[in-house]
């Protein structure tokens, strides 16, 4: 295999040849980056494959197509992934072969092309990590008439005040970041707690759950509130966002209005305290 870490990697597979069965790993860049532990969110750059029993490949996803690298939560990753990512250095590339026990079992992953046989390979080039508890450095607390009150620390409290929301999205920077800017269509990794305006009550914060969050922004794949405040944000900011129904659960284009999982209604108006934690 050849390749420079970050470019998409020349994979050749021994010609004829079966995978053995066994989990293997190669580490053939060492970085110097932290070590990625338990609980982390990895972001990486990859390319994988299904290596069948009679020794052919079909390539099963790649991040250098796209130029966006993806994110891989080692708490919810097959074991073999896990195994590979959890102690390797960041701007380390890892080369692993996964054995069906350690991947999708013997049911395989039909819509991946993956046999119950099948072993997997994957080069990873780990980009960076982030701890379960990570936030931003240093962030200081907010308050202004008629918005929500944020604490300062490393995680934030949220104190909604009595009165009527803000009729439009708003979003104040409590910490500015100095590290790169957030634009449509690109990986972010944050952290977030989100509570209603109507009664305070927190419905969600991923410093709770233990797990930082990770998504694309500015494709529809979070509320409109996040797309439109993220964008032009730097990594390293502390942002609190007020989403108003329009911006949140009752957009019009919504099937579905409302999430009632997390008790938020059509006509809720929402606050977020979001770290982005990096931009990818």
Known sequence: MDGEFGKLPQVKFPKGEAPSGEFELETPIEGSGRKVAEGDL???????????????????????????PSSFPTWNLVPGLKRALVGAKVGSRVVAVIPPADGYGDKGAARLQIGGEDSLVYVLDVVAAHAKDASVASPSGFQEQGLPEVSAGAVPTV??????????????????GIGDEVGAGRLVAIQYVGALWRDGKVFSSSWSDGKAYSTVIGQGLVIKGWDEALVGQKAGSRLLVVAPPDMAYGAEDLKVKGLPKYGIKANDTLVYVIDVLGVY
Do not use: M, R
């Open 42 to 68: 990895v972001v990486a750059n990859y390319v994988g494959y299904s290596w069948k029993p009679e020794g052919t490949s079909v390539l099963i996803g790649s991040s250098y197509q796209g130029g966006v």
């Open 159 to 176: 104190k909604v005040p009595k009165g009527a929301a803000p009729g439009k999205l708003t979003v104040k920077t409590l910490k500015q």
